[in-house]
């Protein structure tokens, strides 16, 4: 990709986009005792091929949302989660001005995130193998990792001027 290119949607992210970190409910149908925690990036905006542009060089996906009022235009919507989202801020990080911080604390919880097998210490139940007689335990993550994730998520939501 040419560094026009990614300099111009590095504008169009510090402009128009948001990028943050979302928090999900630690379900229990899912076997999950702690909140989720996953990188996001989104953009929004009535030009459709700008947003295509994105999508198209970077990854992720769009899709258009009906118009908010009666006489309103659609909004092209960009979405790019987790890892993929990693690797856009990776290439967009030099030359971004405005979301840099937001960027920074996105990565640095993809980073702890690598190393979330490490952290998974938490005994939170045990349970039954197949095959197996005896009772082997279910683990969860540390109270310590969640409060770096959820500091993480603060950090972001800060940056963002979300709920402050």
Known sequence: MKKVDIAYIAGI???????GIKKTKAYKCQDRQTNGYHARIQIRMVDEPAIKFI????????YAEKPHSENGRPLFCYQSSDKSAETILKILLPYLKVKKESAKTVLNLRKLQSKGKNYRTKITGYRTAFGRKDKIPSFSF?????QMCESHYLRCKELNRVGV
């Open 13 to 19: 992210v510090d402009g128009e986009g948001y990028i």
């Open 55 to 62: 999508a198209e060089n970077l990854g992720g996906w769009y």
């Open 142 to 146: 540390s109270d310590d990792y969640v």
